[in-house]
């Protein structure tokens, strides 16, 4: 029996286990939409308004499952569009496959219309881009996406697909479930790190990177409480452990807790559990001196070998999953309270301190107040998404994260992140509350994204931070060219007007005591919502003015 190539990466998708789908509609590929119609009750295909957005949703989905997330798209321009969602997968290390509709075989290299060298675009931005050229070829390089997407350090995955491929006929099986295998640590270098951890009077584990379940998140935490080993989470990574826990520090992104900063210098054994510790969470590549203090000692567990002494050389280096290693350290049992109990304790001690809003003569509303109140209402397995922006920094600081899974946000710093996987949360899980928090400036790349959840019931409530201006640049702006505002002010529109149109609940909230009362509206409307905030221009950041 033959099948029609696009019905056949439809197929592609059922057999490894994609549910749904997300994309924006193009002539390129209607053999796949084909297929997905005739695959609707497997497949649900979710029409956004926007291919970056629609790559974002699918970079969520990759981030909830820990299967790619599927995304679809046009030759050309939807291609462009969508890379945003790419170079965010790839630097949060997410599991995804875009999939792009391309102008056909005889007219590449013509500059055809909306042509592009989608496999030489893409090829810096994912783990693998190449163009499935036959039918015959599509199981085996759908099967290979998903085994490259999800091995070692995941990532996204770019297939252009040719117009006319598509309505090849083929007689190809289906390939099998791609279910790659995980590095285990060496036993020796395990128990290696057990007895570092041992004998550090001062430890300090930074969790971070791919592949955690509310599994290992828990083992971790049980573990480090009757080890007295603080653990810090890497930027954006703060749900790989409970944040009421005694053993959570505090976090590593932007606007870092200062004694926590000075802690990691002061840390006789640091463990990167898992992440890349690039940039941000490394404070610009100081947090950790290439040249270190005696009896200074840094472990890293990354399951890329690559990554490996790519910025440090370890002390000890373990190429395996971190989940893993997490597992191995809690086998091998408890470490002992003493003598880090006194260690644990101050950090901790910061980190509760730090992450208590304090008042500020502020008009409008403060984000502080804000998040305290749904840290202390939402229930635990509520998620919590952003995008990019000083807004997001009250967030990472305030709340507290209770289980892995509930905070979606992007460590690529992209914005227009948080309205799409919001809806990628609400349609993965109906169940939980989903909150998603906006600057004015990140709603206005995502904020067409309304009408896509209202047509698909996604119930999300929107948070849009309202200051008027592109808060983290101008912030820069005024530290380096102090008066010299350009580019940055924005002439915002009414929110919740806006919100009302697309068919949503929106408020409009310009003090702290009306917040809980709106937000409890907000939780009870049968759809999306959105609060429109408005916001003091002057707080810049929780400890700072713009001035």
């Keep these: 029996?033959?099948?029609?190539?696009?019905?056949?990466?439809?197929?592609?998708?059922?057999?490894?286990?994609?549910?749904?789908?997300?994309?924006?509609?193009?002539?390129?590929?209607?053999?796949?939409?084909?297929?997905?119609?005739?695959?609707?009750?497997?497949?649900?295909?979710?029409?956004?308004?926007?291919?970056?957005?629609?790559?974002?949703?699918?970079?969520?989905?990759?981030?909830?499952?820990?299967?790619?997330?599927?995304?679809?798209?046009?030759?050309?321009?939807?291609?462009?569009?969508?890379?945003?969602?790419?170079?965010?997968?790839?630097?949060?290390?997410?599991?995804?496959?875009?999939?792009?509709?391309?102008?056909?075989?005889?007219?590449?290299?013509?500059?055809?219309?909306?042509?592009?060298?989608?496999?030489?675009?893409?090829?810096?931005?994912?783990?693998?881009?190449?163009?499935?050229?036959?039918?015959?070829?599509?199981?085996?390089?759908?099967?290979?996406?998903?085994?490259?997407?999800?091995?070692?350090?995941?990532?996204?995955?770019v297939l252009a697909l040719p117009e006319d491929m598509q309505r090849e006929e083929t007689a190809a099986a289906d390939a099998p479930f791609a279910e790659p295998a995980l590095r285990e640590p060496d036993p020796a270098e395990l128990d290696r790190l057990h007895t570092w951890l041992g004998d550090a009077a001062q430890p300090l584990v930074i969790v971070g990177g791919p592949r955690w379940s509310q599994l290992s998140a828990d083992a971790l935490a049980e573990w480090a409480v009757g080890s007295a080993v603080p653990v810090a989470a890497q930027f954006r990574r703060q749900d790989h452990i409970d944040n009421t826990s005694p053993a959570y520090v505090g976090d590593l992104g932007l606007g870092t807790n200062p004694a926590l900063e000075a802690r990691v210098?002061?840390?006789?054994?640091?463990?990167?559990?898992?992440?890349?510790?690039?940039?941000?969470?490394?404070?610009?590549?100081?947090?950790?001196?290439?040249?270190?203090?005696?009896?200074?000692?840094?472990?890293?567990?990354?399951?890329?070998?690559?990554?490996?002494?790519?910025?440090?050389?370890?002390?000890?280096?373990?190429?395996?999953?971190?989940?893993?290693?997490?597992?191995?350290?809690?086998?091998?049992?408890?470490?002992?309270?003493?003598?880090?109990?006194?260690?644990?304790?101050?950090?901790?001690?910061?980190?509760?301190?730090?992450?208590?809003p304090t008042a500020r003569d502020l008009a409008g509303v403060d984000l502080g107040h804000v998040v305290q109140h749904l840290r202390e209402m939402l229930p635990d397995d509520a998620v919590i998404t952003n995008g990019a922006g000083n807004y997001t920094v009250w967030i990472h600081r305030y709340y507290r994260h209770r289980r892995y899974g509930t905070q979606l946000a992007p460590t690529s710093g992209a914005m227009g992140y948080g309205i799409p996987a919001a809806i990628a949360a609400a349609l993965h899980d109906p169940s939980r509350t989903v909150v998603a928090f906006a600057g004015d400036g990140c709603f206005q790349m995502a904020g067409h994204e309304l009408a896509t959840a209202v047509q698909v019931g996604a119930r999300i409530i929107v948070l849009v931070c309202d200051n008027g201006m592109l808060g983290t640049i101008r912030m820069h702006q005024e530290r380096t060219f102090p008066g010299h505002v350009e580019g940055t002010a924005l002439a915002n529109p009414d929110f919740a007007a806006l919100a009302i149109a697309y068919g949503c609940h929106g408020e409009r909230v310009e003090c702290d005591a009306d917040f809980a009362a709106a937000f409890a509206r907000a939780l009870a409307a049968d759809g999306p919502a959105l609060i429109h905030l408005v916001c003091d221009p002057r707080a810049i950041t929780p400890g700072a003015l713009l001035a």
Excluded: N
């Design 1 to 157: 029996m033959t099948r029609l190539g696009g019905h056949v990466i439809a197929d592609q998708l059922v057999a490894q286990g994609v549910d749904t789908v997300f994309g924006v509609a193009g002539e390129s590929f209607l053999s796949v939409l084909d297929g997905l119609w005739e695959r609707r009750d497997q497949i649900r295909y979710v029409g956004a308004r926007h291919e970056a957005t629609a790559s974002h949703m699918a970079e969520a989905w990759g981030k909830l499952t820990g299967r790619p997330g599927v995304c679809l798209a046009t030759r050309g321009p939807g291609a462009t569009h969508a890379s945003i969602g790419v170079h965010t997968a790839f630097q949060d290390s997410t599991p995804m496959l875009l999939l792009l509709g391309q102008v056909r075989r005889e007219h590449q290299g013509r500059e055809a219309f909306q042509e592009v060298d989608l496999p030489a675009m893409f090829a810096p931005l994912a783990k693998w881009a190449a163009q499935i050229e036959t039918a015959d070829d599509i199981p085996e390089m759908l099967g290979r996406a998903f085994e490259i997407a999800l091995a070692d350090r995941p990532g996204p995955v």
């Design 265 to 356: 210098a002061e840390a006789d054994l640091v463990l990167l559990l898992g992440g890349r510790f690039g940039e941000i969470p490394s404070g610009g590549y100081t947090r950790l001196p290439v040249e270190r203090r005696l009896g200074h000692l840094v472990a890293h567990v990354h399951a890329e070998p690559s990554e490996l002494g790519r910025t440090w050389h370890p002390d000890l280096a373990i190429a395996a999953a971190a989940p893993l290693v997490a597992d191995g350290l809690v086998a091998r049992g408890p470490l002992g309270r003493q003598p880090r109990a006194m260690w644990a304790q101050s950090l901790r001690g910061d980190y509760e301190t730090w992450s208590e």
